[in-house]
């Protein structure tokens, strides 16, 4: 080989060379262009006319039949919870049936069935009715669920306020229940949009359907399917964020600015800023304010304040008997209250004086007896010609808040979604129709009143125990009561918080309110009570002056219960 050959072949060589180290550059640029290109290919499959199209039947079908279903679920879930078996059974009955055979086979059996009994509808609304009547099975479900998650304590407050059964559903019970419920509820939604799919089998012509059409002509599994996942991300991404909203919006735990409302279903907007929310305020660290019981007597009604001296006692209980399932939990109680009085009920715990208290503002049913208050039955009315046969009312909320009898629980039984002044709030507007203005600036006087103004806005969670049981006599207030009944309205507080409370009933008892109270504070009973009733055995023992009853009892039975209370 000469010198120029040899030159020839090293250039060949690394020539060669060079194209060998050449290749994976030219190969790597090859599959970046392809994956640019498929990327390209993906986005205008995303944005193209004939798939948003699919996704917008999707979203319409699940939209509608969303709303249908909820709807149609709420009303199982109730049925579900009705105390008419027929009712029960029948909504058990379709949602066992519904839940229990497949939905494209229900749509297929809707798309062939609705024609035979004349009702012609195209595709996609009878997609959107099959939907909505699975959806209704499965959403009575969650809907029950989260009414039953909420304590029964809360519909008892609304009842003694005088709140009907709906309107203690759409205003106390399911707002709180929400917070349960949503969950499922986006779950339930993010499902349905993905399964519009199915309606494919009654030619509804949906995303999915449309993406297997393309794929059908052009093989491009990856760029169309891929189009079509990524716009189901984008829209349950879009349900998940709402998801996000509304719980927040139902977190009643949150503390909040504005309350709104839909369809009349309370919800809240959230205050973004913590230091400007009740919440930065530590509920221990700010003292009392005194309350003021003179405020207490100005807000009673007149009629309240007088004194009356009409033959009939205010309230009247007459042989009163009561009992769950065979066991009598009340034996004959007579008992008289005259107006203005203040009556103590002592009695060792299961003596029956809460079910007393309960039977008074009509809260149970009596077996036998009557009770009259203010000379009026409390959801009964007389038989005419009966000869004193009493007969239950069908209004009976109206009734309870006609009879204006205002309650305060052992355990508070504040509506746990609502600021201190909504609680006093609400059944002034919603039972006695009262304007916002008028209603807030009692429920405001009325805070005032029992040394809570600057606590308007809290919600229950963050006030103290003593702070939650003046709320809740402030609630009671609000309705104008004629009679005040306590069920062991300190037992539930911290002993320092005791005193708190009995300083607004005293304020109560010497502004001229006719109050029974249910007790173990033998101090207060001795300093306040009118009269002190000794209970034992669902029967009264004894009764008369604090004097009488505490300090002389005359039964065994008294005497053996005042030793153990004072211990
Ligand atoms: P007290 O308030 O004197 O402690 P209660 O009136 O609460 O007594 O209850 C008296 C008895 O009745 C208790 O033994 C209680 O278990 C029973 N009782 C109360 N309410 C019900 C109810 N809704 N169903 C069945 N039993 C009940
Ligand atoms: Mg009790």
Redesign the pocket.
Same mark, same amino acid.
């Given at each position: 080989m000469n010198a120029s050959g040899f030159k020839h072949g090293i250039a060949g060589a690394l020539a060669m060379l060079a194209m060998l180290a050449c290749q994976p550059a030219i190969a790597a640029d090859l599959a970046s262009v392809q994956v640019i290109e498929g990327f390209r290919e993906l986005g205008g499959y995303i944005a193209s006319p004939f798939l948003l199209g699919g996704a917008w039947i999707a979203v319409k079908i699940t939209l509608l039949a969303m709303s249908i279903g909820l709807a149609l679920g709420l009303g199982l879930a109730l049925m579900r919870l009705s105390r008419f078996k027929a009712l029960n059974s029948a909504a058990w009955g379709y949602i066992w049936f519904v839940r229990g055979t497949p939905q494209l086979l229900q749509l297929v059996f809707i798309f062939d069935a609705l024609p035979l009994i004349g009702l012609r509808f195209d595709e996609v609304t009878t997609a959107v009715i099959g939907f909505a009547l699975n959806e209704a099975a499965f959403s009575a479900e969650l809907f029950r669920a989260g009414i039953l998650s909420v304590n029964r304590s809360q519909s008892t407050a609304a009842a003694a306020l005088g709140m009907g059964p709906l309107l203690t559903l759409r205003r106390i019970i399911l707002p709180q229940s929400m917070r349960a419920v949503i969950p499922g509820l986006a779950n339930d939604t993010i499902g349905m949009l993905k399964l519009t799919s199915i309606a494919s089998v009654i030619f509804v012509n949906e995303l999915t359907f449309r993406s297997q059409q393309v794929v059908g002509q052009n093989f491009k599994f990856f760029t169309v399917f891929g189009a079509a996942a990524v716009i189901y991300l984008f829209l349950t991404s879009g349900i998940s964020l709402v998801q996000v909203w509304l719980e927040r919006l139902f977190d009643h735990e949150r503390d909040r600015k504005i309350t709104f409302s839909w369809f009349g279903l309370r919800a809240s907007k959230h205050d973004v800023n913590p230091a400007a929310a009740p919440v930065a305020l530590p509920v221990a660290a700010k003292e009392p304010e005194a309350a003021d019981h003179a405020w207490i007597g100005t807000l009673l009604p007149v009629e309240n304040r007088t004194p009356r001296h009409c033959g009939e006692p205010f309230v009247a209980c007459r042989n009163i008997w009561k009992s769950? =399932?065979k066991?009598e939990?009340l034996r004959g109680v007579d008992l008289s209250i005259a107006h203005g009085e203040v009556v103590v009920i002592l =009695?060792? $715990? *299961? $003596? *029956?004086?809460?079910?007393?208290l309960k039977l008074i503002n009509h809260l149970e049913p009596l077996d036998w007896g009557t009770i009259k208050v203010d000379s009026e039955y409390v959801g009964y009315r007389e038989v005419p010609g009966g000869g004193g046969t009493v007969r239950p009312l069908h209004n009976l909320a109206r009734a309870r808040a006609e009879a204006r009898v205002g309650m305060v629980f052992q355990h508070f039984n504040l509506f746990s979604h609502l600021s201190a002044l909504e609680n006093i709030v609400e059944a002034q507007r919603q039972v006695y129709a009262v304007p916002r203005a008028a209603a807030e600036a009692l429920g405001r006087d009325l805070l005032k009143s029992v040394g809570l103004a600057a606590h308007a806005d809290f919600l229950p969670h963050r006030l103290s125990g003593g702070q939650q049981q003046r709320v809740a006599i402030a609630r009671a207030l609000a309705i104008k009561p004629k009679l005040m009944l306590f069920?062991e309205p300190t037992s539930a507080l911290d002993p320092e918080l005791v005193g708190e409370v009995l300083g607004v009933m005293r304020g109560l008892a010497d502004a001229g309110m006719t109050m029974i109270v249910?007790t173990h504070e033998i101090r207060f009973a001795r300093d306040v009570a009118d009269r002190v009733v000794f209970?034992d055995g669902g029967e009264v023992v004894e009764q008369g002056t604090p004097q009488q009853v505490i300090d002389n009892p005359t039964h065994e039975r008294t005497r053996k219960f005042l030793n153990v209370v004072a211990n």
């Open positions: 769950y =399932g066991r939990i =009695g060792p $715990s *299961g $003596s *029956g004086k809460s079910t007393l069920d249910v209970m």
